[in-house]
């Protein structure tokens, strides 16, 4: 079945404040980050990224810079402007600090550089902290030179394998700020600087992870044709061939020989990126005429959709081939669902194996692993229970906070 | 009830996690890292991660790396085996991993290079201990008080403090026998398990000891 989502309700509750955490992460944990902050009261702070929304880092910067301002830091959320050109190179280069093959242009260092320039005399970088996230804005850091401030590098993507020639051009600027920061310490490059692990955060109050009403996720259920009463297996993330949607669909191929279960694959819309649509249509052919296959398209904005989802999985898969660190996992673990997931990227510092979730490395490992927990309710239930406390400990939006809050007064000591 | 003279005071205590360059594929890396790296790495791998291996095989990151990576599970045990209660210095702690490391190769060389299924990196920590505004005169005081802390401020006063006070025994302990004068209850605290329990779960057994004192 392959359907487009009908919209829930219009809901739009009061964005959450920090004692509305105070529920899931205790009382102490609020306290503590609010002592914490006392030392930075009035401190500023700039973030720097590349944009306001879509992808991770937004999602998180746009929670995270009105809780520090709560906190009472004076912070700015500043986006790095260029145009097509601009950003296609920095697509590129992004692909690259992958590992991916990348034809280093001369032309296109020189507009990196150029458009570095244009934004480094329209944005202020003189705040006391500057956080440049990833490496489109990295050689803004240029503009330190006669400040006394402190300058951060929060690389959100794998660098463990980056193409050396770019790896080459970035690392001088790399190389003058104060500290990195780095989602798992397999992504980092053995530099010279501070390198600071900085777990990626989900907010657990946010419309794709707060607490739904049984009632909700049942009427999401079954305007999508999902019937509640049969095990239901859920992947979610955009349609990309580095998820491996055609890889799921074999694994439960294979478990359907065993069980009646249904197979959810939701994603993002796939019409503004060409490589999608193809992705989507190659899931389609796979799925073939299987009614128990649902392929959502989801718009960008269906979180409460994509938490009913999650909530109403017996179990979530992550059969990614690739991944930077797969926070999809956290929401599932959040959700105290069991979890069958790929070994790569940050998804081993989610899923400790038969501990928080199952790490598999093939189709074949994924098919036996959704069988065995299905054969085993009660494990997996313990997986969730233990998986929910792992997100509890490592992987909320306060953690991420508190890290900040930490590093600021660190780099305020005299060195 | 018993009042202390002086107080109990509650900290807040924070770690950021610093990654360090140096890290290791095989046994014979880990081994020469072992001897090189600062105090404060060998510390964060076994005593801070007490924290967060409440549900793996093992309570210290080199035994879980040397089992789970390297599939060398004998010397995964004889590491994990290894007892912070036995240390008060971080050097006698870290002469004790290369000693067990250097046995278990002596008598298997053909394991020494053969590279693990991931690297291990190397980390420390940053501590950030703050006082906070509870203090305890009593035992009443004091049970009310670490219901109310964090984990990582409990994992502060209960586990790091075996180091920081350079005595076989913790914050709480050191406390209620100095100033209390009851030494037995100190001993009991200071037998609560911190390997084979959570965070949590140590909270409640040392909640549950103190209580019927009150």
């Not at chain 1, 049984?214 to 580095?242: A, H, N």
């Not at chain 2, 793996?56 to 089992?67: E, H, I, K, L, P």
Request: aromatic residues 8%; negative net charge; glycine residues 6%.
């Amino acid at each position: 079945m392959d359907l487009t989502t009908p919209s829930l309700p219009e809901e739009t509750p009061r964005l959450p404040q920090l004692d509305d955490y105070a529920a899931l992460i205790g009382a102490a944990e609020l306290q503590e980050l609010r002592q914490l902050a006392h030392g930075l009261c009035g401190r500023r702070v700039t973030m720097v990224n590349t944009t306001a929304s879509g992808g991770g880092v937004a999602e998180i910067l746009n929670r995270l810079v009105p809780l520090m301002q709560e906190l009472g830091l004076s912070v700015r959320w500043e986006m790095m402007k260029g145009g097509e050109e601009f950003f296609a190179i920095t697509k590129a280069i992004h692909n690259a600090l992958h590992g991916l093959p990348f034809e280093a242009r001369p032309e296109w260092f020189e507009l990196f550089l150029q458009v570095t320039e244009q934004n480094r005399a329209r944005i202020p970088l003189d705040d006391d902290f500057v956080v440049i996230h990833d490496p489109q804005p990295v050689a803004l850091v240029q503009a330190r030179d006669g400040l006394k401030n402190r300058w951060v590098w929060r690389c959100h993507i794998d660098l463990s394998r980056p193409n050396i020639s770019l790896w080459n051009f970035l690392r001088p600027f790399v190389e003058r700020y104060d500290a990195s920061l780095f989602s798992a310490p397999a992504f980092t490059q053995g530099l010279p600087i501070p390198q600071y692990l900085f777990y990626p955060a989900i907010d657990p109050l946010s419309d794709k992870n707060r607490p739904l009403e049984p009632e909700v996720v049942q009427s999401v259920l079954e305007r999508f044709g999902i019937d509640p009463k049969r095990p239901v297996l859920t992947q979610v993330s955009r349609f990309d061939r580095l998820k491996d949607p055609v890889g799921v669909i074999q694994a439960y191929r294979k478990v359907r020989k065993y069980e009646d279960c249904q197979l959810v694959l939701a994603g993002g819309s796939a019409t503004d990126d060409p490589e999608g649509e193809a992705v989507l249509g190659e899931v389609r052919d796979a799925a073939g005429i299987d009614p128990d296959i649902h392929i959502l398209s989801l718009p960008p904005w269906s979180h409460l959709e994509i938490n009913a989802l999650q909530r109403g999985s017996t179990i979530v898969l992550q059969k990614s081939l690739r991944e930077g660190f797969g926070l999809t996992v956290s929401e599932a673990l959040l959700k105290k669902k069991p979890v069958v997931a790929s070994a790569v990227g940050g998804i081993p510092s989610q899923v400790i194996h038969k501990t928080t979730g199952m790490l598999v490395h093939s189709v074949e490992g994924a098919a036996y692993q959704i069988r065995f927990l299905l054969s085993n309710p009660g494990f997996a239930r313990q997986l969730g229970e233990n998986g929910y406390e792992h997100v509890k400990e490592n992987f909320l939006l306060t953690h991420n906070i508190k890290r900040y809050l930490l590093l600021f007064l660190i780099l305020l000591q005299p060195s | 009830m018993i009042q202390a003279a002086e107080p109990f005071q509650f900290v807040a205590a924070s770690y950021l996690i610093r990654i360090r360059t140096e890290r290791a594929w095989t046994l014979a890396e880990l081994a020469a890292h072992l001897t090189s790296v600062p105090p404060s790495s060998i510390s964060y791998h076994t005593i801070q991660s007490l924290e967060s291996h409440h549900y793996t095989s093992f309570s210290n990151d080199f035994a879980q790396w040397v089992a789970a990576a390297c599939n060398e599970t004998l010397l995964g045990e004889e590491l994990g085996a290894i007892d912070l209660r036995d240390f008060v210095a971080l050097e006698d702690l870290r002469r004790t991993l290369v000693e067990t490391l250097a046995s278990y190769l002596g008598r298997n060389p053909h394991s020494a290079d053969r590279p693990g299924f991931e690297p291990f990196f190397f980390c420390e920590a940053n501590e950030f201990a703050l006082p906070t505004e509870i203090q305890a005169t009593n035992l009443e005081e004091l049970s009310k008080g670490i219901q109310q802390l964090s984990l990582q401020s409990l994992h502060y006063h209960f586990i790091n403090s075996r180091i920081r006070l350079q005595l076989k025994t913790n914050d709480f302990s050191h406390w209620i026998a100095r100033n209390l004068g009851l030494p037995v209850l100190a001993e009991d605290l200071n037998r609560v398990d911190f390997y084979t329990n959570t965070l949590e779960g140590v909270r409640a057994e040392i909640i549950e000891m103190i209580d019927p004192w009150i």
